[in-house]
């Protein structure tokens, strides 16, 4: 006999039927159990994990989901999860304390003595490498542009400081700056190209010569 015809045979004895519904009475009865059952609710989850708490658990101390879960009583990660999609904090695949994507794809870094950082203490990446590079804070009524438009690209040759407004007035029409810094970059890159391709050859030459 399967298990499903076993399970429809158990279920078709009203003695059975009557022994879980007096379970389930049993159960809910329990303050216990309604105590559990109130705080793992989607209703209440929400007031019980509040952003700056979850920024602090997730971010800065690098707690994982389960850990987070388990410290505030739910059964499940699902609750933080779902929190975290609300106040939109990108799930991590490599721990990092102190570093995370926001929902603007731009990444942060827990820097709360820097003069750009928010009342949170946290300041976008890029600008803080840019400084890093140019040993300078960036200009005032200036900002940093991604010269391959991938936000989280900070790496310092994808970085230039254009006017502000002219940045956000339109990003296709950035002048004379933003043109001479893209033919940096391609010359930057046809040049390391040809130093790849002189390697490539002078190996090959090599396996060639061999006896």
Request: include cysteine.
């Amino acid at each position: 006999m399967s298990r499903s015809e076993t399970l429809k045979k158990l279920w078709a004895n009203p003695e059975v039927r009557k022994q879980r519904s007096e379970a389930v009475k049993r159960m809910w009865a329990s303050p216990e159990f309604r105590s559990h059952r109130k705080k793992t609710t989607k209703a209440n989850y929400r007031h019980l994990i509040t952003e700056d708490e979850l920024t602090h658990l997730y971010v800065r101390e690098g707690l994982t989901m389960k850990q987070i879960a388990e410290k505030y009583g739910f059964h499940s990660e699902h609750p933080v999860c779902v929190r975290m999609k609300e106040l939109g904090l990108v799930a991590r695949h490599n721990p990092t304390p102190g570093r995370f994507i926001g929902s603007d794809g731009y990444v942060r870094l827990h820097m709360s003595n820097h003069p750009r950082a928010n009342s949170q203490g946290w300041v976008l990446e890029h600008i803080v490498v840019w400084e890093k590079v140019h040993g300078t804070p960036v200009p005032e009524n200036w900002i940093i542009h991604h010269l391959n438009g991938i936000k989280k690209d900070n790496r310092p040759e994808n970085l230039v400081t254009l006017p502000n407004g002219e940045h956000i007035r339109n990003h296709f029409k950035l002048g004379a700056m933003l043109r001479n810094a893209y033919r940096r970059r391609i010359k930057n890159l046809e040049e390391f190209n040809l130093v790849l391709k002189k390697a490539l050859k002078q190996r090959t030459s090599l396996k060639i010569k061999r006896p």
